[in-house]
C-alpha cells in the first residue's frame, strides 16, 4: 500500500511541476472569424514607450506643461472622444495646455492597462484603459497611442462616464 500512494504522489508531484513550466503558445495561423482591415498580427512592443505616455499623462496631471511639444511628431493627429479632430503638433500643445493650466484637477487616477503592440509592420502602438476624476466628474477612458520613432504620431480616445 505504501509503494502504491508513494508513486501516485510522485506522479502527481511530476505533473504539477511539468504543468508550471508550460507555456501557452496561440497558433500561427489562427483562423478568425473577421479579417482585420488594419493589422491582426501584433507582438508585445517596446515597453519604453509606454513609460513616455505615462510621462505626457503625469506631466499634464502636474500641470508640468513647458515640454509637452517634446512627445509629439509635426504632423501629429488627435482623435477626439465627439468625433472632432485636432491636426498638428502646435494645435495638440495648445489643446492639452489650455485644458490642464486651468482649473482642471485630477483625482482617484488609476491604470488598469498600459502595454505596447507591435504590428508586423513595425508600427508601435501603446494601449491604456484608465480611469480618473476631473473636476468632479468620473470617467474611464481607453486611448490607442501610434509611435514614430519615440514620439507620439496619433492619438484615439474613448471617454465614458464612471459609475
Known amino acids: 500500500m505504501k ?3 508513494l508513486t501516485l504522489l510522485t506522479a ?3 505533473s504539477c511541476t511539468d504543468n508550471q513550466n508550460t507555456q501557452l503558445i496561440a497558433p500561427e495561423n489562427p483562423n478568425y472569424l473577421f479579417q482585420a482591415t488594419y493589422s491582426q498580427d ?3 512592443g517596446n515597453p519604453e ?10 506631466n499634464c496631471q502636474e500641470k508640468k506643461l513647458d515640454n509637452l511639444s517634446s512627445y509629439f511628431t509635426d504632423d501629429v493627429v488627435w482623435s477626439l472622444p465627439d ?7 502646435d494645435s495638440v500643445v495648445y489643446y492639452l495646455t489650455d485644458f490642464w493650466s486651468s482649473s482642471a ?5 488609476s491604470s488598469a492597462v498600459h502595454f505596447c503592440v507591435k504590428t508586423k509592420e513595425g508600427e508601435e502602438w501603446v494601449l491604456i484603459w484608465d480611469s480618473q476624476t476631473i473636476n468632479d466628474v468620473g470617467i474611464r477612458y481607453q486611448e ?4 514614430e520613432g519615440s514620439k ?7 471617454i465614458k462616464p464612471r459609475k
Open 144 to 147: 490607442a497611442i501610434a509611435f
Open 83 to 89: 468625433g472632432n479632430r485636432i491636426e498638428g503638433k
Open 3 to 5: 509503494n502504491i500512494t
Open 49 to 58: 514607450l509606454v513609460v513616455t505616455f505615462q510621462n505626457l499623462l503625469k
Open 42 to 44: 501584433f507582438t508585445m
Open 105 to 109: 484637477t485630477v483625482t482617484d487616477y
Open 152 to 158: 507620439i504620431r496619433f492619438m484615439n480616445t474613448f
Open 12 to 14: 502527481i508531484l511530476i
